[in-house]
């Protein structure tokens, strides 16, 4: 045979690049064995050795090709599964996942006073108490509540109007002998808890992590010398606004205004600062800023304007070069606490959605703070703490568990699409859903521009008002069921909204109409299969289909989908009828409003009201009612 130049050369072979499973590295691997080295392996059974390594070898590539997958897969908000991964990816794009979420309402507040020595037919007011913002009362359902401001017998306000009235008659005299006086407060669930932690010599960025699940806030932390470090959004911001008490060492000149504005709202420069992050495993981490409290920053970053002044703590000369990595050891990122012992305290809420508590339930009280004037009469005082009495005249709403996954990926892509600003309908949406938890929550949320009335129009006279908006909303009760907000949590979302609402928009808050319905259905099952397992997975099908996390409000429910659900269980020959009723009274467990379902059916589709509105499938275990029907 003639002598080759090529022969020796190695031909090319045809390599895939895109096998990812275990059966497509093994079939690739026998192929190639087959096309490249027919003469010298061509035993492939299954009980053969080079079977077995070119099986080892396909599990190691699939176990590779599914760790890359992963990997990769990881890094994009919209497929990562891991918990961990989903929450640095939420807090990349300015998003912080919620522990847990607190439930709010307001109580009534009572306390008496004896009537005023001078005049019988008046309270006497020195007995007046102040119940401190952070006390709790307690509800016979097992949550706690902490009241979120003062309680102060002494202000009548328009804001804050306190209701006065005989309690009880002298029998002697027939005057009247004490008074009942009330206030109103806004309450959130949950408990106030401290802890004390060490903190040794210096550390830059420092962190500590507070092992207690469900923590809703940090109320403060102080070191042992008194020096408070306050919570801000990143280490950077040195300032923060703080209310404070409207007296005349805070402001001399506005302190006159206190009955009416009893707080002032004040730009602090903050030294001492951290920052939270809620962790994956749901405890929260406080990270502190890098400077060091006992060096003065010009002793670190020179003032090129002082050398040679003589200044107190200043630099003279520039003994060494410039070094820009000095600027994390000056107070750029806050000081960090070296050397003391810092005690935390802390907002927690363990109760989740058992915090949704009855109206009437929340009736007595905790641990109260109370303030009062010097020299009273110990009995009287006694008695006039002994008198507090609460009630809560709405039920709580808004409590419930931490973000889900779900709920993470959706809040992050919309937080970082708002910007931190209120300007379009959905940014507005946004920040609603993403009220703090100390505040209440809102499960569902609806938009709408407003309108007004034209005279100059004839016939239809509503007009587009492009100057407010309507911001149309629901919460949960305790059995998470769809609930109109309290008053509570409606102040609250106003005043949150307002932080950054538009000056030219007007927000007007309402309540979302919430229809409820029941849903009968009739399968035909396949044979050999069991009739009673096939229709319980059905019904756990429409419960998924119709949980009400995935419905918002003004969403149709298209029929076709009902169909599709039912027909795709295992088992399902087909869907004969599918039949949605609405459902109303309170008296039976259901919203007081009525629909008329079938006038509001279009081409398959049930459209909700003009108003704006949700359909609740309130009652999945008995609103649900199916069949199996025979040819």
């Not at 003639?2 to 690049?17: F, H, L, M, V, W």
């Not at 037919?121 to 401001?149: C, Q, R, V």
């Not at 050891?329 to 989740?352: D, E, H, Q």
Request: glycine share 6%; hydrophobic share 35%.
């Amino acid at each position: 045979m003639a002598y080759s130049k090529t022969s020796n050369i190695e031909r090319g072979k045809d390599i895939k690049y895109l096998n990812k499973t275990y059966d497509d590295f093994k079939t690739q691997l026998q192929d190639f064995a087959q096309v490249y080295f027919p003469d010298t392996y061509n035993d492939f059974s299954e009980s053969s050795p080079g079977t077995m390594f070119m099986e080892m070898a396909a599990y190691v590539g699939d176990i590779l090709s599914y760790y890359q997958h992963t990997q990769l897969q990881e890094n994009f908000l919209l497929l990562a599964q891991e918990k961990e991964n989903l929450y640095n990816l939420a807090y990349s794009l300015g998003y912080r996942p919620q522990a847990t979420n607190t439930s709010a309402t307001e109580l009534e507040v009572f306390q008496l006073v004896p009537s005023d020595p001078s005049n019988d037919y008046l309270p006497d007011m020195k007995y007046a108490l102040t119940i401190e913002e952070g006390s709790t009362f307690l509800s016979n359902e097992g949550p706690s509540f902490i009241t979120e401001t003062d309680v102060n017998f002494k202000q009548d306000t328009e804001f804050e109007p306190l209701e006065t009235s005989v309690y009880s008659i002298n029998p002697s005299n027939n005057k009247p002998e004490y008074y009942l006086l009330k206030k109103n407060v806004k309450a959130f669930s949950g408990e106030i808890k401290q802890k004390t932690i060490e903190v040794a010599g210096y550390e830059k960025f420092k962190t500590i992590e507070l092992d207690e699940p469900n923590i809703i806030s940090v109320e403060s932390v102080v070191d042992l010398d008194g020096n408070r470090y306050h919570e801000v959004p990143y280490l950077a911001q040195d300032t923060i606004y703080e209310d404070v008490e409207n007296i005349a060492s805070n402001d001399p000149e506005l302190h006159g205004f206190n009955a009416s504005t009893p707080y002032l709202v004040k730009l602090k420069k903050v030294p001492r600062r951290f920052v939270t992050r809620l962790k994956s495993n749901n405890i929260l981490e406080l990270q502190f800023g890098a400077g060091e409290n006992s060096i003065i920053d010009e002793r670190i970053i020179p003032n090129p304007d002082n050398i040679g002044l003589g200044i107190k703590d200043g630099r003279s000369q520039l003994e060494f070069a410039y070094d820009p990595s000095n600027f994390l050891y000056t107070g750029t990122y806050g000081v960090v606490p070296t050397n003391t012992t810092l005690t935390i305290t802390y907002r927690c809420n363990p109760f989740g959605i058992k915090s949704n508590v009855a109206a009437k339930s929340i009736d007595t009280p905790g641990v109260l703070g109370i303030k009062h004037e010097p020299n009273l009469i110990p009995t009287l005082l006694t008695f006039s703490k002994d008198s507090i009495a609460v009630n809560n005249i709405q039920a709580a709403t808004g409590g419930g568990a931490g973000d889900s996954v779900e709920e993470i990926r959706m809040n992050a892509m919309a937080a970082f699409s708002a910007q931190n600003r209120t300007v379009t309908k959905d940014d507005y949406l946004i920040r609603t859903l993403s009220m703090p938890a100390k505040f209440g929550r809102v499960a569902k949320a609806y938009i709408t521009q407003d309108d007004q009335i034209s005279p100059l129009v004839s016939g239809p006279n509503r007009i587009p008002n492009p100057m407010a908006l309507n911001l149309y909303t629901l919460g949960y009760d305790k059995n998470k069921k769809l609930t109109t907000l309290n008053r509570a949590t409606k102040q609250n979302l106003q005043t949150y909204l307002e932080q950054n609402r538009m000056l030219t928009d007007a927000i007007n808050l309402k309540d979302a109409f919430h229809i409820n319905f029941t849903v009968e259905f009739e399968i035909i099952t396949r044979k050999n299969f069991n009739n009673q397992e096939v229709l319980l997975n059905c019904i756990t099908a429409l419960r998924e289909y119709f949980n009400i996390e995935k419905w918002q409000i003004n969403q149709p429910i298209i029929i076709s989908d009902i169909y599709n659900a039912i027909g795709e269980i295992t088992g399902v020959q087909s869907v004969p009828n599918v039949k949605l009723e609405n459902i109303a009274g309170i008296d039976l467990g259901y919203s007081p409003y009525k629909y008329d379902m079938d006038d509001a059916t279009v081409k398959g589709i049930i459209y909700p009201s003009l108003d704006p509105s949700i359909f609740e499938l309130r009652h999945p275990n008995v609103d649900i009612k199916g069949k199996i029907t025979q040819y």
